[in-house]
Each structure stands twice: as structure tokens, then as C-alpha cells.
């Protein structure tokens, strides 16, 4: 069982930069890949970025062109989503979440994840 608890969203303007915080519980964190996505009202939740159980490889969307990056501590049981450059286009509810995977590599579908966190507001204003 893991638990997911993000922070560190807010109010920020165009061309800030933000870090948001994931911090899991659960001795075997270690064993997952984790993961952030993010949802706009109407639309569907849709892939940010996602990391390894190991801390490498990572994967990114390709509509981020290099702002954002995922890391994680395991020793801590965290991960972190550094925002860069943000936009008004990123304003949304951001998601960490986790999947078992110590024999594949992290998914970039949302059904493939089996913890989510409660979710977290960034907006960003023009």
C-alpha cells in the first residue's frame, strides 16, 4: 500500500518556476515508478512526466520541450516535479501517482498507475 500527499502548488506567473512535492508513504515506495499528471476541467487527465523506480530512465511529454524535470529520493520516499519557464497552458490540477514496476519500465498511461494523491492547483497567470 502507498500513499501519495503532493504540495507545493500555488499562484505563480508566466515564466516562474515551481516546484511541486510528492511524498509517499510505505516501506516499499522503492519498488514503484512514480509519476505526475495533470487535468484541466473538461478535459482528460493527461500525461506530465514519469521516473523510474531507480531514478533513471525518465520520460516526458513532449509539449514540455525541456521545462520540466522528475527526480526522486528514495531514502526520503519523495518525488519532485521542477516547473520551469511556466505557462498559462500549465495552469491545471497536477497528480502524482505510482505503479508496481520493478521488472518494466514506467508507463505513460494513466490506468497503468495503481496510487494517486488527493491532487494540487498550479496556476499560472499571464
Known amino acids: 500500500q502507498v500513499q501519495l500527499v503532493e504540495s507545493g502548488g500555488g499562484l505563480?506567473?508566466?515564466?516562474?518556476?515551481?516546484?511541486?512535492?510528492?511524498?509517499?508513504?510505505?516501506?516499499?515506495?522503492?519498488?514503484?515508478?512514480?509519476?505526475?499528471?495533470?487535468?484541466?476541467?473538461?478535459?482528460?487527465?493527461?500525461?506530465?512526466?514519469?521516473?523510474?523506480?531507480?531514478?533513471?530512465?525518465?520520460?516526458?511529454?513532449?509539449?514540455?520541450?525541456?521545462?520540466?524535470?522528475i527526480s526522486r529520493d528514495n531514502a526520503k520516499n519523495m518525488v519532485w516535479l521542477q516547473m520551469n519557464n511556466l505557462k498559462p497552458e500549465d495552469t491545471a490540477v497536477y497528480y502524482c501517482a505510482a505503479h508496481y514496476g520493478t521488472h518494466s519500465n514506467p508507463r505513460t498511461q494513466d490506468n497503468a498507475y495503481e496510487y494517486w494523491g488527493q491532487g494540487i492547483q498550479v496556476t499560472v497567470s499571464s
Open 12 to 69: 505563480v506567473q508566466t515564466g516562474d518556476s515551481l516546484t511541486l512535492s510528492c511524498e509517499a508513504s510505505g516501506r516499499t515506495f522503492y519498488m514503484y515508478h512514480a509519476g505526475w499528471f495533470r487535468q484541466t476541467p473538461g478535459k482528460e487527465r493527461e500525461f506530465v512526466a514519469a521516473i523510474s523506480f531507480s531514478g533513471k530512465p525518465t520520460y516526458y511529454a513532449d509539449f514540455l520541450e525541456g521545462r520540466f524535470t
